[in-house]
């Protein structure tokens, strides 16, 4: 069987949850089929982990071009290349043209993994303007033609089926993200800790993600200034996805440093045996999202054994056992797609004491990080997620 995965992002061009899904599937896959990866983004090596790789760049005369032409550029470009597949893979928007115009010319079964969706992202029309609107439209027109869905979460199955009530169903599948339990475990050095700034002998709430509105970074920083004086918050953030957040963000930064030592900023992707050591030195990790179809970082923050912190939405009550790994604070939410809080202060708070519940009591919190672990490894092994990914194949060639 030959499976051709399209996506924007593959090593070592990854900056979120869907290119670690996308190289971990890859590796698993690449065992049992005739794998090739059609990845966005500079040459790279002409095989990874037994998978072919072949990469894609914007064509020179859309240089100039909105983002989102430019996406449909990259995928025009990989669409010859998927002839001859059994089955067409592509994940996230950037990817879903080619998926779905391949499966029209070759007449082959088009699989898609949602790992968000473009009606609960409003705010990305501040980043594309007219170009949200094209990647809406190319979502939405995969969407109803594919021959499967796998959604990574039932929350984000339930969110595919809210907002395309024209989709079948039937053909939306639940395959969970998963976690290398291999790659990530507990480090009790403090060489890159104490290197980073972190002082390894005090309680540290960290955060890690992209500095975009669904991931609630401006909540985190309005709780932190709730936190007990000694806590340190560790944020190992990315660039922001706007002018406007990126200076509310640092207004919020700026602020908490004025008012309390410990706040420790790292604005680069750390190295995994940097990220691994921070997580384990944890006390909580905080994921304050307000949209998350899964959280493979909470996934990363159990494996490393810390205690989670994070928004009862999405799917991230299918990784986090509240009381167990962690906690899940409650959120009532907007209905216009943003996800935007109803009572905004309301969620900062009870964030805050969420926070400080566990940080307050570091042997709890350390019980529920080896809970954690406990979890991921039980749950959430690549392994199982190839083979139920295999699944999904051999229904649509059936």
Not at 33 to 47: I, K, M, N, Q, S
Not at 185 to 195: C, I, N, P, Q
Request: hydrophobic share 45%; proline share 6%; glycine share 8%.
């Amino acid at each position: 069987m030959r499976i051709d995965i399209v996506t924007k992002e593959f090593p070592p061009e990854i900056y979120g949850g869907a290119g670690v899904h996308v190289a971990e599937l890859s590796r698993v896959l690449a065992r049992e089929v005739d794998l090739r990866v059609h990845a966005f983004g500079a040459p790279r090596e002409a095989t990874v982990d037994g998978a072919t790789i072949t990469s894609h760049q914007v064509p020179p005369q859309l240089a100039g071009a909105n983002a989102a032409l430019q996406t449909l550029g990259i995928d025009v470009d990989i669409i010859p290349e998927v002839s001859g597949a059994d089955v067409v893979h592509s994940h996230t928007w950037y990817a879903n043209f080619a998926g779905h115009i391949a499966s029209i010319l070759y007449g082959i079964p088009h699989v898609l993994s949602a790992h968000s969706l473009e009606p609960l992202r409003p705010w990305k029309a501040e980043q594309l303007g007219g170009g949200y609107r094209l990647s809406s439209w190319v979502e939405k027109t995969a969407y109803e033609a594919a021959s499967a869905i796998i959604a990574v979460s039932h929350g984000m199955r339930d969110d595919i089926l809210r907002c395309y009530p024209e989709v079948d169903p039937a053909k939306v599948r639940v395959v969970h993200n998963g976690i290398d339990v291999s790659l990530w475990g507990r480090d009790e050095g403090t060489d890159h800790v104490r290197a980073l700034g972190i002082d390894p002998d005090k309680p540290s709430v960290v955060f890690v993600g992209r500095n975009t509105r669904q991931k609630g970074v401006p909540y985190l920083l309005r709780a932190a200034a709730k936190l007990p004086s000694d806590v340190q918050l560790v944020l190992c953030l990315g660039a922001a996805d706007t002018p406007e957040l990126a200076k509310e963000t640092a207004a919020l930064i700026d602020g908490l440093k004025a008012e309390r030592e410990g706040v420790v900023l790292i604005e680069r992707m750390l190295p995994r045996a940097e990220l691994i050591q921070v997580l384990s030195h944890a006390t909580a990790f905080a994921c304050p999202s307000i949209y998350e179809p899964l959280g493979i970082v909470n996934l990363e923050a159990m494996a490393c054994g810390a205690a989670v912190v994070a928004t009862a939405t999405g799917g991230i009550p299918e990784v986090v056992d509240h009381g167990t790994t962690g906690l899940l604070v409650p959120i009532e939410q907007v209905t216009d797609g943003t996800g935007t809080p109803l009572d905004p202060e309301k969620f900062v708070g009870d964030f805050a004491a969420a926070l400080t519940e566990v940080v307050s009591d570091p042997a709890r919190a350390r019980a529920m990080g080896k809970a954690g672990r406990a979890r991921a490894e039980q749950s959430f092994s690549w392994d199982s997620i190839g083979k139920a990914t295999l699944e999904v194949y051999s229904s649509v060639l059936a």
